[in-house]
């Protein structure tokens, strides 16, 4: 079982900015795509970021020119920088990875635990 460590998360007030973190396990074959979701009340879960191992990035429209995401391969870590923030993006952040454990393995999604992030005055 993998688990992936999230942190960053907290209250801020609009306009502020707060920078999230996700680390997987060391001891990993490989890891391919990593993103971020969040889910508010009521709300289902929507893609806010992602990432592939090579780099190439992809936006939800609503965050486009506020938030980056980045990757730090050599200690499988992926991040997410949060500006201008507003209330409507309050909501729980989690975050998600493709990994093979091992060589033999087949490749599987895991989950963070996920972080609120509240955005209020």
């Known amino acids: 079982q993998v688990q992936l460590v999230e942190s960053g998360g907290g209250l801020v007030q609009p306009g502020g900015s707060l920078r999230l973190s996700c680390a997987a396990p060391?001891?990993?074959?490989?890891?391919?795509?990593m993103g971020w979701y969040r889910q508010a009340p009521g709300k289902q879960r929507e893609l806010v970021a992602d990432?592939?191992?090579?780099?190439?990035?992809n936006y939800a429209d609503s965050v486009k020119g506020r938030f980056t995401i980045s990757r730090d391969n050599a200690k499988n870590t992926v991040y997410l920088q949060m500006n201008s923030l507003k209330p409507e993006d309050t909501a729980v952040y989690y975050c998600?990875?493709?990994?093979?454990?091992?060589?033999?393995?087949?490749?599987?999604?895991?989950w963070g635990q996920g972080t609120q992030v509240t955005v209020s005055s």
């Open positions: 998600n990875a493709n990994i093979r454990i091992t060589a033999w393995d087949t490749r599987q999604g895991y």
């Open positions: 060391a001891r990993i074959f490989t890891i391919n795509r």
């Open positions: 990432i592939t191992n090579g780099g190439s990035t």
